[in-house]
């Protein structure tokens, strides 16, 4: 499964409203009904951070600024608010294939 | 407090070997799975491995697959990955991270490989 995410250049300004798309090749909704679709956050110098998972859901500790939605093939990441620690590449990832996990090429909002 | 601590990076050059080792703390280890996760230099995340709990079930991205072995030692708390015929497209910092259910909830700080002569 390939997923593409758009843009790959994000600029960003504090208090607005930024949004990320990520498209699959196939469909991530399994037959029990979850979309396996998940975001994460790698802040400049760090170890990526789960932000969502299944996806729509926050992650423990996640800003409820973050927010995920879609379904099937398109999905899509959106923060309300960017805050100042919100910059770093964000990266959508598929596990409905459990044999085979892949990332999105990233996302570097700044 | 879940922690997972990655050692054995370093120099290697082509066509050698390395044993990466994860060492987790902090909670049930033998009820994860768990997976290896590469970051070339300047470069985008490639899951290239997966166990799970009991090591039924392996599973390798097709850029390791015959070159890569994953294994574990639930009584030592750590998850391993056997790394042969080594390659420069191969350097990357290596991270193990824990899957919560098929997301990744914890990641560690990341060993760095480089493969040159």
């Known amino acids: 499964i390939v997923l593409t995410q758009s843009p790959l250049s994000l600029p960003v300004t504090p208090g607005e409203p930024a949004s990320i798309s990520c498209k699959s090749s196939?469909?991530?909704?399994?037959?029990?009904?979850?979309?396996?679709l998940e975001w994460y956050l790698q802040r400049p110098g760090q170890s990526p951070q789960l932000l969502i998972y299944?996806?729509?859901n926050r992650a423990s500790g996640v800003s409820d600024r973050f927010s995920g939605s879609g379904s099937g093939t398109d999905f899509t990441l959106r923060i309300s608010r960017v805050e100042a620690e919100d910059v770093g590449v964000y990266y959508c990832?598929?596990?409905?294939?459990?044999?085979?996990?892949?990332f999105g090429p990233g996302t570097k909002v700044d | 407090e879940v922690q997972l601590v990655e050692s054995g990076g370093g120099l290697v050059k082509p066509g050698g070997s390395l044993r990466l080792s994860c060492e987790a703390s902090?909670?049930?280890?033998?009820?994860?799975?768990m997976n290896w996760v590469r970051q070339a230099p300047g470069k985008g995340l490639e899951w290239i491995s997966s166990?799970?709990?009991?090591?039924?079930?392996?599973y390798y991205a097709d850029s390791v697959r015959g070159r890569f072995s994953i294994s574990r030692d639930n009584a030592k708390n750590s998850v391993y990955l056997q790394m042969n015929s080594l390659r420069p497209e191969d350097t990357a910092v290596y991270y193990c991270?824990?899957?919560?259910?098929?997301?990744?909830?914890?990641w560690g700080q990341g060993t760095l490989v480089t493969v040159s002569s």
């Open positions: 991270a824990r899957d919560g259910g098929f997301f990744l909830d914890f």
């Open positions: 902090g909670f049930n280890f033998n009820r994860y799975s």
């Open positions: 166990i799970t709990f009991g090591s039924s079930y392996i």
């Open positions: 196939l469909s991530l909704l399994h037959s029990d009904g979850n979309n396996y």
């Open positions: 299944l996806g729509s």
């Open positions: 990832m598929q596990t409905v294939q459990a044999e085979a996990y892949t």
